[in-house]
């Protein structure tokens, strides 16, 4: 299957600073990319759907301002975590799919973020 | 979004046939049903989808009903890598491409003893 890649998979970084979280698709073009969010022993939680070069589309509850998503080319999106606080910590997965006929959605291995 | 109803957990033995059921009473017309499964610290995986038939690949098959109002994935041979929490989710394909999203349930947490 498809390859969709995260960088970094585990970070630290200090309450008050801005992490950056890129996900790129390796092997096919990723009209639309996905960003969830997953705590422990819970599920996956949409946060937003990025259509490339288009703004993207928060789900109810998630704060653009925070967390800041980029979908600047059919390979790459980033997200970017501003201000961070412990509360923010937890396993970030973005996943990706092409368009036209393409049907499968892939996903990255994800990233931990840790805020101490 | 339609929702799916998924057990919390299940148990099985290695070597061992899987069912695991899901209902979706409120399906519509347009929704195909896709398994994915999360295995520890890592991203979701695909597992299968299907529309009305039944469907079989590498990894497992799909059984739906009639009225489509459930489904079961199955494992026909269990090994212990297939411990994992495996996801119902339901795809409306009448949205436009953009608009599209996967909205994942609960799960079932697999658990799989040698």
């Known amino acids: 299957g498809a390859v969709v890649s995260q960088h970094p998979s585990r970070v630290i970084c200090k309450s008050g600073t801005s992490v950056k979280i890129e996900c790129r698709s390796l092997?096919?073009?990723?009209?639309?990319m996905f960003w969830y969010r997953q705590f422990p022993k819970q599920s996956l939680m949409l946060m937003a759907t990025s259509n490339e070069g288009s703004k993207a589309t928060y789900e109810q509850g998630v704060e653009k301002d925070k967390f800041l998503i980029n979908h600047a080319s059919l390979t790459l999106s980033t997200l970017t975590v501003t201000s961070a606080h412990p509360e923010d910590s937890s396993f970030y997965i973005c996943s990706a799919r092409g368009g036209g006929l393409s049907y499968e959605q892939y996903f990255g291995p994800g990233t931990r973020l840790t805020v101490t | 979004d339609a929702k799916t109803t998924q057990p919390n957990s299940m148990e099985s033995n290695e070597e061992e046939p899987v069912h695991l059921p899901c209902n979706h009473s409120?399906?519509?017309?347009?929704?195909?049903i896709h398994w994915y499964r999360q295995l520890p610290s890592q991203g979701p995986e695909y597992v299968i989808h299907g529309l009305t038939s039944n469907v079989n690949n590498r990894m497992a098959s799909l059984a739906i009903a009639e009225d489509r109002k459930s489904s079961t994935l199955i494992l026909h041979r269990a090994t212990l890598r297939d411990a994992a929490v495996y996801y119902c989710i339901l795809r409306d394909l009448a949205e436009a491409q953009g608009a599209q999203k996967l909205v994942f349930g609960q799960g079932t947490r697999l658990t799989i003893n040698p």
């Open positions: 409120t399906i519509s017309g347009t929704d195909y």
């Open positions: 092997d096919f073009q990723a009209t639309t």
